[in-house]
Every structure is written in structure tokens, then in C-alpha cells.
């Protein structure tokens, strides 16, 4: 039986926004641009590059009031257009939406320093921004580059979504209490338009962000898991190393290669390293060439991956 879907790729996009207006946000995060007429859903997708089953599997788990992990199929969408929605999304939160809220604040209440209420309400946010900042940024650098490398037909033992999942904090739960931190105790003025502006901007803000932190439990994290049992069971794809023709072992990494991940992934400059392992420094570097050549990963983040899955150091030692 065919599941109900409330959007379907023959609708016109025009009629989805009007149904529901907040799904002009889900175009921007897969740039999609306005200016479409009367085409459909797939006119508008195919014309703008944008994988038309993603588009219309986000839309429609999110015109839904409640969710079950796994409810949209792996099969219903493209997960590399998925992660690319989570990190437009990721640009968005940083560099729009909260430097906006930030300053809206700043506008609201007194942050002269006079206001000790209006002082504490400003270092709350700035907190939780930061606090917003360190986890995207660590889903940008290491989840993503996790799966990236899933996509490329590489299943690392070790390590798998499910440790990123068990420790996925709800980011928006600080803004809620934000909100009732302001409503019910900062003083009220004779015209409260500003201050009702921006409660009414930090709800928007809280909902997005709990939205967003669904569309990755709900349908992201169930679509690596996937990911991961069909490489575990050896669907893998042709140019991975598991099928390629030449059945050649990787390459072993030297105990002394292995302590200079582990220094890279500490976030240590090559200075830093060659003083603590007694190196030149040009010795540093061509332990790390050697390295990017055996492992064929030459980014921070694929060697932080590669240190955590194979227990060269531990999730608290890298560093973000």
C-alpha cells in the first residue's frame, strides 16, 4: 500500500509555500531561488539542480506534527543531498540567524551595563551561541566527514552514527529557557513592541532548531545506520578499496607515524610536534606526507575520524 504523502513532485511549489510558509526556509537550504512561476516541484528542482526526493522527503516529514526514527526510507531521498541541507542549515543558524537575534537583543534591553538583568540575558545568549557554534561545527568537520567517507565505500571498525546519535544534544532546549528567562523577569517598559519582537523572533528561532535537530535523528542518523549495514555486509561500491582488482593491504602506519596523528588530531602545529617527539620539523612533515599517502586522507578531520575509529585517542582529547 502506498504511504500518504501530503506534497508530491506534480504540485506546484508555489501552492506548498502557500500552505505553508515555512518551507521557504527548507528552499534556501537546498538553494533553491524564488522567481519560479507556476512550475511544479519538479520543474523547479531539475531546473535548479536540487535532488527533487530529498526536497519533497524533508517537506513532508516536517508537515508532520509527531515523527518515528526511520519513518522516511533511505531509499525516499539522496543522503549526500541531505548532509548538504544540514550544513546550509549549519550557515544559516551561525552566520544569519543568531549574529541577527544578538543584535535584535542589543537593540531591546539596556546592555549599557547599568541593567544587570539586560547584562546576564546578553552573556546567557552568547553562551548558547557559542555553545551552538562547537556542536555544528564538530557535526561540520568530523559526522560529515564520517559518512563522506561511508559514501566512498570505506566502513572504519569502532566506531559508527550511533556513538554521535547517543550524545546528540537537543541545541534548542537553552533557548527555550532563554525566553522564559526574559518573560518572566525582565522589566516591562511602557511600549514593549521591540521586546515582544524578538521573544516572538526567539520562538521562531527554537522551533527552527528543534526541526532541524529532528530532520537529523529522524532521518539522517537512520540513513547512516543503513549506510553502515549495507557496507558491513559487503555492499560495497565499485571504487572502494574492499573491491578494488588489486587486492593489495593498505600500507601499516609506524609507531612513530601513529604518535604524529595522534599530536595532528590534538590540534598541535608541526613546531609543537617535532619539540615533543624530538623531531626536525622537516622531519614532521614528511612523516605527514607518508602518511596522507598510506592512508589517503589529508584533511584534520579525516585523521581525527581515523584516530578515533582505530583507538589512537579518545572523543575527549580531540580537539574542536
Known sequence: MERQV?????DKLIDLINSNYSLLM??????????????SVKEVCQAQGVDCRTFLAVANFLSKEHHVKGECLPTDFALPALMD????????????????LRRKLIETIDCSGSDEVATLILKFFDEYAKEVRRHME????????????????????????????????????????????????????????????????????????ATHCQVE???FVPAVEHLEQQLQQGFLRP??????????????LSQREK??????????????????????IHTVITHR????????????????????????????????
Open 239 to 252: 571504487d572502494s578499496k574492499e573491491n578494488s582488482d588489486k587486492g593489495d593491504e593498505p600500507e601499516a
Open 6 to 10: 501530503k506534497y508530491r513532485e506534480d
Open 259 to 280: 604518535e604524529i596523528i595522534t599530536c595532528v588530531v590534538k590540534g598541535m602545529t608541526n613546531k609543537a610536534i617535532a619539540e615533543q617527539l624530538f623531531l626536525s
Open 85 to 100: 541541507y544540514l550544513k546550509r542549515a549549519h550557515v544559516y543558524f551561525l552566520d544569519f540567524n543568531l549574529p541577527a
Open 26 to 39: 527548507v528552499m534556501s537550504r537546498f538553494g533553491l531561488s524564488l522567481g519560479f512561476g507556476d512550475k
Open 138 to 209: 564538530y557535526e561540520n568537520r568530523s559526522v560529515f566527514t564520517y559518512v563522506e567517507q561511508l559514501l566512498q565505500g570505506h566502513r572504519p571498525s569502532g566506531y559508527d552514527i550511533a556513538t554521535f546519535a547517543s550524545k546528540h544534544s537537543q541545541v534548542e532546549s537553552k533557548l527555550t529557557e532563554l525566553k522564559n528567562i526574559i518573560i518572566k523577569y525582565y522589566p516591562g517598559k511602557e511600549n514593549n513592541n521591540l521586546l515582544n519582537s524578538v521573544l516572538f523572533d526567539i520562538f521562531n528561532c527554537e522551533q527552527d532548531l
Open 289 to 320: 606526507r607518508n602518511i596522507a599517502r598510506k592512508l589517503q586522507i589529508h584533511s584534520p578531520a579525516g585523521l581525527t575520524i581515523y584516530a578515533i575509529v582505530n583507538k589512537l585517542v579518545s572523543l575527549e582529547e580531540v580537539k574542536y
Open 217 to 219: 535523528d529522524y532521518m
